[in-house]
């Protein structure tokens, strides 16, 4: 399995036989918007990303609920914000016998029953920049509670983006990571490659 990063919640996801596009962002973002005509599955986390080049055949999940399709099983949990704006979500998949987890736009602390439906988790991909999101003080709060395996950080200040983040840097002192280390252009995983003691910390660079 591949996962690419495509900057904010965006993300690629390719299994041998699915290829599963996350929150595609728009153009208004200042950010290259992913092709996703062919893709078969686009998952949606809030209301913000536009699905208007899919193909009829794409299956689009937007929403709280499970789902299963394609040997991929997904189950979307909703956020409820205090202030009020529209509810976004966020998901748990199972690819391969992987189990990833999105957190979307997330502000806040997880509720126990948001992370009962997180529980085990293989690979987060959790936003870390603040300004609307999880900073890095919080994303490190969530991943203690989690505990997953690999943690993938999204939605923090990258070339091009317009909506106002952090840089990856306080993430990265409030995880103990290397400054100098090099970011990936994708992760690629099995189910048997995945760390079985330290957690790892993959940082991507957006393609």
């Not at 943690?151 to 317009?162: D, F, N, Q, R, T």
């Amino acid at each position: 399995m591949f996962i690419t990063w495509l900057g904010q919640s965006c993300f690629k996801i390719q299994s041998r036989e699915v290829q599963v596009i996350i929150d595609p962002v728009s153009k208004a973002s200042g950010l290259r918007r992913p092709r996703v005509a062919n893709i078969d599955m686009v998952i949606v986390s809030s209301p913000e990303f536009g699905l208007e080049d899919s193909k009829t055949e794409t299956l689009v999940i937007d929403g709280p609920g499970e789902y299963e399709a394609k040997q991929i099983f997904v189950k979307g949990i909703p956020i409820e914000h205090e202030n009020g704006s529209p509810t976004d979500t966020i998901y748990w998949l199972e690819i391969e016998g992987i189990t990833i987890g999105h957190l979307g736009k997330l502000n806040s602390a997880l509720t126990d029953k948001q992370l009962e439906s997180l529980e085990g988790l293989d690979i987060l991909l959790v936003p870390v920049g603040g300004n609307g999101v999880l900073d890095a003080k919080q994303a490190s709060e969530a991943i203690s509670q989690i505990e997953p395996r690999i943690v993938i950080p999204m939605h923090y200040k990258i070339s091009g983006l317009k909506e106002k983040r952090d840089s990856i840097d306080s993430f990265k002192k409030a995880m103990g990571v290397n400054g100098t280390e090099k970011a990936e252009s994708r992760l690629t995983i099995k189910k048997k490659d995945l760390p079985q003691d330290d957690m790892q910390i993959t940082i991507l660079e957006p393609q």
